[in-house]
């Protein structure tokens, strides 16, 4: 049986992207590179790995299970010889390439500056930058790192806090105006609420009362998937929304949303960095990792703003 490493790669970047056209884009390639690699990686198995009909590609049982296995093993020997090359102590330069996935919001209005400066500082490195509110299966998709808001809920990934950013419920001043202002939690369910898709009402508004948090009764007018889109809505006069700091900073500034129910401690929620268990860790990702750190070690830029409105009054 041989096979090469890179027949391995090209297999799981098919595997992940589901199509030979995507991974000949990633891997900067041509469809019949990318298909005589995957022929020629099913003849060293000895398995058909992919069912081929109608000029469409769908994973066999068999390749489920492989894939399931390779990507472990080449990411840490990627990681093994990206050490040997350059070193663990960061005195040479990077190599090789980064994939990132963050949520969407989060990333476009305040990663993607920090990851800039990281990509100028270290230019033999190539950065792949997902946005998306969803939570990513980092080992299935091929990521090297993701950006979470929110305690860590995969106990399989090594996680480090970043910082944190507490939720804020806010509404227009001219909603406020027109509906009046909530004074306690039991004044909610008069009110309209902007729901966010992704988390259930029960789950987003929440405070603490009594020394334990308590969901008060609400019901959401309309449901949106993306936090800056319920911001907007917030502005426009929809309705009450909670939503993260980082995201109604501006706003705060400069007025268009006002913080309502500020008698009541709102959920902290911490921005954790993680990513697959490897050993060694790559310096590449322990660089990306120490500098995420670094630049959000005074909880971000919007903490100006939000620290000053975050904390309750009592």
């Keep these: 049986m041989r096979y090469s490493l890179d027949e391995i790669s090209t297999f799981l970047a098919v595997m992940e992207l589901g199509t030979v056209t995507a991974a000949a884009a990633r891997l900067n ?13 099913e003849t060293a198995v000895g398995a058909a790995l992919f069912r081929r009909h109608a000029g469409r590609i769908s994973p066999t049982e068999a390749a489920l299970r492989l894939a399931e296995r390779l990507r472990p093993a080449l990411a840490e020997l990627t990681a093994a010889t990206e050490s040997a090359a350059w070193g663990m ?13 963050a949520p969407m919001s989060f990333g476009t209005m305040h990663l993607s500056a920090i990851l800039a400066r990281f990509a100028a500082a270290h230019p033999g490195l190539e950065l792949r930058i997902d946005y ?30 970043l910082c944190e950013d507490r939720q804020v419920a806010c509404a227009s001043p001219d909603y406020l105006a027109r509906h009046g202002v909530p004074s306690g939690l039991a004044d909610l369910r008069d009110h309209q609420v902007i729901g966010y898709s992704h988390i259930p009402d029960a789950q987003l508004w929440q405070f603490r009362q009594g020394g334990r948090m308590i969901s008060p009764q609400v019901s959401s007018r309309l449901s949106l998937n993306n936090g800056e889109a319920m911001r907007e809505m917030a502005i ?79």
């Excluded at 060694?280 to 939000?306: C, I, N, S, T, Y």
Aim: glycine share 12%.
């Design 132 to 161: 998306d509110d969803r939570a990513r299966d980092l080992a299935r998709d091929g990521f090297d790192l993701g950006i979470r808001i929110g305690d860590a809920r995969d106990g399989a990934l090594i996680a480090r806090k």
């Design 89 to 101: 102590d960061g005195a040479a330069p990077l190599r090789g390439s980064l994939s990132i996935a």
């Design 236 to 314: 426009a006069g929809v309705g009450l929304a909670m939503l993260p700091g980082f995201i109604v900073a501006d706003a705060l500034r400069d007025g268009r949303l006002q913080r309502v129910l500020s008698d009541y401690e709102t959920r902290a929620l911490p921005v954790m960095a993680v990513w697959p268990p490897v050993t060694p860790m790559p310096a590449k990702l322990r660089a990306l990792v120490d500098h995420l750190a670094a630049e959000l070690a005074d909880g971000g830029p919007w903490q100006e703003v939000v620290g000053s409105v975050a904390d309750p009054a009592g």
């Design 29 to 41: 390639l041509s469809k019949s590179v990318i298909s005589k690699r995957i022929g020629d990686f």
